[in-house]
T-cell receptor, first 115, second 115 residues
Framework: AQTVTQSQPEMSVQEAETVTLSCTYD???????LFWYKQPPSRQMILVIR??????QNATENRFSVNFQKAAKSFSLKISDSQLGDTAMYFC????????????FGTGTRLTIIP | DVKVTQSSRYLVKRTGEKVFLECVQD?????MFWYRQDPGLGLRLIYF???????EKGDIPEGYSVSREKKERFSLILESASTNQTSMYLC??????????????FGEGSWLTVV
C-alpha cells in the first residue's frame, strides 16, 4: 500500500515571499504520478501541479514548481512570490500508473499568506 | 466546464438515521469516487466505481454503502448514521484510462453532522 506523508500541519509566510511545502511518499511501484492539490476556504479542490515519475524534469506551473527526488521519494512544492489567494490547505497525492485513478492523499498543510 | 454537483452542502442528522449523499457529474465520466475529509487525516477513500452498477471498497468502507444505477450519479449511503461519521464528504469523477490527475474533478463537499 502507498502512503503519503506531509510533516508540516501549518505554515505561514509573508506575502511575496517564497515557501516550500514538504511531501514524502512510500511505494514499491515504479510507474506512478504525484500531485499537489489546493483547497481554498471555499472547499473546491483544485489541481495545482502534477509530476510523472518517469520524467526527471521537475514540473513547473507559473509560480508553482516541484522538487521531485525519486530515489528519496520526496516531492516538495515551492510557491514563489506568494499571494494572498494562495492561502489554502495543500494536499500532496499519489496515484499508481497503468490507468488506476485512485488518489492517496497526505494529511495536508494549512498555508497562510500574511499581508 | 466540468461540474460535479453534491446536492447537499450542509446536513444535520440524528444517530441511527439513514443518510443519502448524492453526487452528479455532467461529463459522462466512467469513474466516480467518495472521499471523507477529517482534520489531521486528509482525504480517505470510502468507495469508488468504475462503471454503472460496479463498486469497489476503498480504504474505509465500514459503515457505508454506495449505489450507481446511472452513469452520472453516485450515491453514498449511511445505513445507520453514527456520531463518528460526522465529517466532510467529497465526491469526485474522472474519465477512464487517462491515469492523469488533472482529469479528476471534485465537488464542493457535503458537511454532515450526526447528533
Amino acid at each position: 500500500a502507498q502512503t503519503v506523508t506531509q510533516s508540516q500541519p501549518e505554515m505561514s509566510v509573508q506575502e511575496a515571499e517564497t515557501v516550500t511545502l514538504s511531501c514524502t511518499y512510500d511505494t514499491s511501484e515504479n510507474n506512478y504520478y504525484l500531485f499537489w492539490y489546493k483547497q481554498p476556504p471555499s472547499r473546491q479542490m483544485i489541481l495545482v501541479i502534477r509530476q510523472e515519475a518517469y520524467k526527471q524534469q521537475n514540473a513547473t506551473e507559473n509560480r508553482f514548481s516541484v522538487n521531485f527526488q525519486k530515489a528519496a521519494k520526496s516531492f516538495s512544492l515551492k510557491i514563489s512570490d506568494s499571494q494572498l489567494g494562495d492561502t489554502a490547505m495543500y494536499f500532496c497525492a499519489f496515484m499508481r500508473g497503468f490507468g488506476n485513478e485512485k488518489l492517496t492523499f497526505g494529511t495536508g498543510t494549512r498555508l497562510t499568506i500574511i499581508p | 466546464d466540468v461540474k460535479v454537483t453534491q446536492s447537499s452542502r450542509y446536513l444535520v442528522k440524528r444517530t441511527g438515521e439513514k443518510v443519502f449523499l448524492e453526487c452528479v457529474q455532467d461529463m459522462d465520466h466512467e469513474n466516480m469516487f467518495w472521499y471523507r475529509q477529517d482534520p489531521g487525516l486528509g482525504l480517505r477513500l470510502i468507495y469508488f466505481s468504475y462503471d454503472v452498477k460496479m463498486k469497489e471498497k476503498g480504504d474505509i468502507p465500514e459503515g457505508y454503502s454506495v449505489s450507481r444505477e446511472k452513469k452520472e450519479r453516485f450515491s453514498l449511503i449511511l445505513e445507520s448514521a453514527s456520531t463518528n461519521q460526522t465529517s466532510m464528504y467529497l465526491c469526485a469523477s474522472s474519465p477512464r484510462g487517462t491515469g492523469l490527475g488533472n482529469t479528476i474533478y471534485f465537488g464542493e463537499g457535503s458537511w454532515l453532522t450526526v447528533v
